[in-house]
């Protein structure tokens, strides 16, 4: 147990962050504060762990205390399992860094009066309040805004959930494919005529996090200037509705609704519309039988022209049926058919290489492999940086985008083992003595 | 309505890339004046239309990206206009610019051109970033979900299925919320320092870690993920859990556990609806047997097919919802306009359109918090509506001198 803790330099130098977060939407908005020095504490229930210690999905081991963990119940680092005595658990897979990194871990029994009492304790000392549970854990604990806010007015109080601390819905339970396709995020994808094709992750618990990051950001700005902190009720489906202004006013205005036929236009565009505009099968599979794939979209005649060229069928574009942007949308199925008959045969990188250099937009779809493995844009801005980890060795994991002059983020070397840092928390932050945090263990308080 | 970024100008170079964060700073308080060509911004041109009708003041898209801003229309290619935006840059604490690398260089507005103003916070939101092999490829929002890796794992379980990128410029959201991130961070900074800085955000960096299991997967496990109709991506194929509903909705079915009472709710509502056939085994009321079949079996999984297609989507969700059960109701966007729980809390605003005659509902944005007021303060401009505003009363032009740059097309 470190005894001490220092902290890289950074802009966020002296900002203590009291953490409740688990899961994966709650703790990206404190994980984008690590990379500027804020210091976080991460608390975990006293006798569990937060389950990404284990797994990102599904995780083996929610909701119980104690459960000896082994390696049976996983397999990879990323499941935690694989250390060499096949019983110690390493509290600490590298998908639990990418989400705690630099953040410090401490355990708390809230439940009982002497823990809820320490985390009183720690909200008077903190700048912010971050959590993720749904509408009635906080409040049920005590801890309403109220009561935080009495406790130090000050502090920043985020709250994450799925619809907010208020209305009918605000017992309601979400994660990231509920919070999409209530808000409308899931139906606006997928192909004319399918079942919504929706987002193949949890959109929401990663942009909804990154908004979660982007709303502590802000709060701590008007703390700063004002004196006072704030009760932020981030609700994610009301996150996820504010990315769907323009439909909603379209409806507003010209009354027209998304559940029309035509709608969602699969990977062609509608506003504007434009075409060429669209996916195209290429030779060869990725490593489970998926066939490749690259995305081309002419936006401008000019384009359009260079695309016939490199196609080497330079007169389609004074053929009548394509001459102009307005033919080639309503040509569009005889359109993507030439398109799609001169991409099949190639290879889906030298279509994209080819296409930009003629000024044409075309991009790979890329997997996960081919981003961490072969992505020269990527590596060139060092997005995957290599972190050393005590126990599982070097890796990389995915870093952060916004890149400051003056202030440059960082990147620490793993996430906290499980409550590492109890004893600079209650012992050098809140002052117990050995005796005093002895005593609080055996009452399983910590 | 008090705002956290009440007090600030920014200086937005019109662009699609980067107008919600724009929106989001004058949501804020700010105060975002818009420079955009005198034949208006690409914004202003995308649709949807008032009434279809293509006009560069009644896009729709425009007026949801644009609340609040001001629009000045210069030609920003010419010398008098770059010397104009020099000018206003000087008195900014924001400047948000997505031109291609270089472009701002050739009429002296990069950033060494324009930082004796110590203060500004100079942000450029590109594709690419400001470097690296691919910083001049063209792209669009949905070559950035195929490039980024969202395409790959969305779409269909038929593998002979497109990967499928949603709508709703949806990588410029991501590349906008980190921008903001980093002005915000930036802001808080100068606070003491009293020293802006630059800032540069890559949509494609920002894009290429927001695909949650995907890259850790690949990076830990070796694992290359099926994509699945309506659900996450994984490793192992699974069943579908998208389900259709009595009335022609789906239902996203996915749940990470189903706990006693739960459970003995669920099946409760399926007798009801003469659907739960095998499920009333009590062997199923044994928490570890009904989640180990709802992951590898059928019976669960078929009891909850049947149930959720013998009932309406809106009883579904509310039901398995009062329940303790996550499922979610696929809604379209405007079908949340009904739901009382976001008009309980005040999610929608009126902001006023002469052009139309009345007030359109808006949505509020991410957040409830007076504290931070992000919500929409008033309609977007009209193009060049603020030109005079801006050039007379703030860089303290004659009017003749405006009316001449009109008159040479330079402003408008």
């Given at each position: 147990m470190n005894a001490s803790v220092t902290l890289p330099k950074g802009i966020l130098n002296?900002?203590?962050?009291?953490?409740?977060?688990?899961?994966?939407?709650?703790?990206?908005?404190?994980?984008?504060?690590?990379?500027?020095?804020?210091?976080?504490?991460?608390?975990?229930?006293?006798?569990?762990?937060?389950?990404?210690?284990?797994?990102?999905?599904?995780?083996?081991?929610?909701?119980?205390?104690?459960?000896?963990?082994?390696?049976?119940?996983?397999?990879?680092?990323?499941?935690?399992?694989?250390?060499?005595?096949?019983?110690?658990?390493?509290?600490?897979?590298?998908?639990?860094?990418?989400?705690?990194?630099?953040?410090?871990?401490?355990s708390l029994n809230t439940r009982h009066p002497k823990g809820l009492a320490l985390a009183e304790r720690l909200i008077g000392i903190s700048d912010a309040v971050v959590e993720n549970f749904s509408g009635e854990v906080f409040p049920s604990w005590g801890l309403t805004w109220e009561r935080i806010h009495e406790i130090n007015p000050r502090v920043v109080y985020l709250s994450t959930s799925g619809f907010g601390h208020t209305g009918p819905y605000k017992a309601y339970r979400s994660f990231g494919p509920t919070a999409a396709a209530q808000s409308g995020l899931s139906l606006a994808s997928g192909l004319p005529g399918m079942p919504p094709a929706g987002w193949g992750f949890s959109y929401m618990d990663v942009m909804g996090g990154w908004m979660g990051g982007l709303a502590l950001v802000m709060g701590l700005l008007q703390a700063r200037k004002t004196g006072e902190g704030s009760y932020i009720d981030y609700a994610v489906t009301e996150g996820a509705m504010s990315l769907l202004g323009t439909y909603m006013l379209d409806f507003q205005v010209n009354g027209r609704t998304t559940r029309r036929p035509g709608f969602p236009p699969g990977n062609r565009a509608l506003w504007p519309a434009v075409a060429p505009h669209n996916t195209y099968r290429c030779s060869g599979k990725d490593r489970v039988g998926q066939d490749w794939w690259v995305f081309v979209a002419c936006e401008t005649q000019a384009q359009f022209e260079s695309l016939c060229r490199v196609m080497g069928q330079p007169d389609l574009s004074t053929d009548p049926r394509f001459a102009t942007n307005e033919a080639r949308v309503a040509n569009q199925d005889a359109l993507d058919a030439i398109v799609g008959r001169w991409i099949r045969p190639r290879r889906r990188y030298d279509v994209m290489r080819r296409c930009q250099e003629a000024g044409i937009i075309a991009a790979v779809v890329q997997s996960a492999e081919d981003r961490v493995e072969h992505d020269p844009q990527l590596k060139h801005r060092d997005m995957h940086p290599v972190v050393n980890h005590p126990e599982i060795g070097e890796f990389e994991y995915e870093g952060y985008p916004v890149k400051l002059s003056r202030t440059p983020a960082f990147v620490h070397g793993r996430g906290p083992l499980l409550r590492e840092h109890n004893r600079y928390v209650y012992g050098e932050l809140l002052g117990l003595s050995d005796e005093e945090m002895k005593s609080l263990e055996n009452d399983k308080v910590i | 309505m008090n705002g956290v970024y009440d007090g600030l100008t920014v200086v937005e170079l019109a662009d699609r890339r980067n107008q919600w964060a724009g929106k989001l700073l004058a949501d804020g308080g700010a105060r975002v004046i818009q420079i955009e060509p005198p034949a208006g911004g690409p914004g202003r041109w995308c649709g949807p239309f008032v009434d279809d009708t293509v006009d560069p003041d009644r896009c729709l898209d425009y007026w949801w990206y644009n609340t609040g801003k001001q629009s000045v229309a210069l030609d920003v290619g010419r010398p008098p206009a770059q010397d104009l935006l020099r000018r206003l840059l000087a008195g900014a604490d924001v400047f948000l610019e997505s031109?291609?690398?270089?472009?701002?260089?050739?009429?002296?507005?990069?950033?060494?051109?324009?930082?004796?103003?110590?203060?500004?916070?100079?942000?450029?939101?590109?594709?690419?970033?400001?470097?690296?092999?691919?910083?001049?490829?063209?792209?669009?929002?949905?070559?950035?979900?195929?490039?980024?890796?969202?395409?790959?794992?969305?779409?269909?379980?038929?593998?002979?299925?497109?990967?499928?990128?949603?709508?709703?410029?949806?990588?410029?959201?991501?590349?906008?919320?980190?921008?903001?991130?980093?002005?915000?961070?930036?802001?808080?900074?100068?606070?003491?320092?009293?020293?802006?800085?630059?800032?540069?955000?890559?949509?494609?960096?920002?894009?290429?870690?927001?695909?949650?299991?995907?890259?850790?997967?690949?990076?830990?496990?070796?694992?290359?993920?099926?994509?699945?109709?309506?659900?996450?991506?994984?490793?192992?194929?699974?069943?579908?859990?998208?389900?259709?509903?009595?009335?022609?909705?789906?239902?996203?079915?996915?749940?990470?556990?189903?706990?006693?009472?739960?459970?003995?709710?669920?099946?409760?509502?399926?007798?009801?609806?003469?659907?739960?056939?095998?499920?009333?085994?009590?062997?199923?009321?044994?928490?570890?047997?009904?989640?180990?079949?709802?992951?590898?079996?059928?019976?669960?999984?078929?009891?909850?097919?049947?149930?959720?297609?013998?009932?309406?989507?809106?009883?579904?969700?509310?039901?398995?919802?009062?329940?303790?059960?996550?499922?979610?109701?696929?809604?379209?966007?405007?079908?949340?306009?009904?739901?009382?729980?976001?008009?309980?809390?005040?999610?929608?605003?009126?902001?006023?359109?002469?052009?139309?005659?009345?007030?359109?509902?808006?949505?509020?944005?991410?957040?409830?918090?007076?504290?931070?007021?992000?919500?929409?303060?008033?309609?977007?401009?009209?193009?060049?509506?603020?030109?005079?505003?801006?050039?007379?009363?703030?860089?303290?032009?004659?009017?003749?001198?405006?009316?001449?740059?009109?008159?040479?097309?330079?402003?408008?």
């Open positions: 002296g900002v203590r962050i009291l953490d409740f977060t688990w899961k994966t939407v709650g703790p990206w908005a404190p994980r984008l504060l690590t990379h500027f020095g804020a210091e976080i504490i991460h608390v975990e229930r006293v006798g569990s762990w937060d389950d990404h210690r284990y797994a990102a999905h599904p995780s083996p081991i929610v909701g119980g205390p104690q459960k000896e963990f082994t390696s049976e119940q996983g397999t990879g680092p990323l499941h935690g399992g694989g250390h060499a005595d096949g019983k110690k658990p390493y509290y600490n897979t590298p998908y639990f860094t990418i989400l705690h990194h630099g953040k410090l871990a401490i | 031109t291609p690398p270089g472009t701002l260089r050739a009429y002296g507005l990069d950033h060494g051109s324009v930082s004796s103003n110590r203060a500004l916070i100079y942000t450029s939101l590109t594709d690419f970033g400001q470097d690296g092999p691919w910083r001049d490829y063209r792209m669009n929002d949905a070559a950035h979900l195929a490039l980024g890796g969202h395409m790959a794992s969305t779409g269909y379980s038929d593998p002979t299925l497109t990967p499928i990128g949603g709508q709703g410029h949806q990588a410029w959201h991501m590349g906008c919320v980190f921008a903001l991130h980093g002005i915000t961070l930036a802001l808080f900074d100068r606070m003491t320092t009293g020293e802006g800085q630059y800032i540069d955000v890559s949509i494609h960096d920002a894009c290429s870690i927001g695909t949650e299991s995907a890259v850790p997967e690949w990076l830990y496990n070796g694992a290359t993920l099926y994509r699945q109709t309506g659900m996450h991506a994984s490793a192992r194929r699974r069943a579908d859990l998208e389900l259709p509903t009595a009335d022609g909705m789906y239902v996203i079915a996915v749940n990470q556990t189903f706990g006693d009472r739960g459970w003995a709710k669920l099946i409760e509502w399926m007798e009801e609806k003469g659907v739960a056939g095998e499920l009333t085994d009590p062997k199923y009321r044994d928490e570890a047997v009904r989640m180990a079949d709802y992951r590898q079996g059928t019976a669960v999984l078929d009891g909850i097919r049947r149930l959720i297609a013998a009932c309406k989507g809106e009883e579904v969700f509310t039901r398995a919802q009062s329940y303790g059960i996550s499922w979610g109701l696929v809604r379209a966007p405007e079908e949340n306009y009904d739901v009382a729980h976001y008009q309980q809390r005040d999610f929608w605003r009126d902001v006023e359109h002469p052009e139309i005659g009345r007030a359109i509902r808006y949505p509020r944005g991410p957040f409830m918090c007076d504290a931070l007021g992000i919500a929409p303060r008033g309609r977007a401009p009209h193009l060049g509506e603020h030109t005079r505003l801006v050039l007379e009363g703030d860089l303290g032009l004659p009017a003749a001198q405006v009316d001449a740059l009109a008159a040479a097309g330079v402003v408008r």
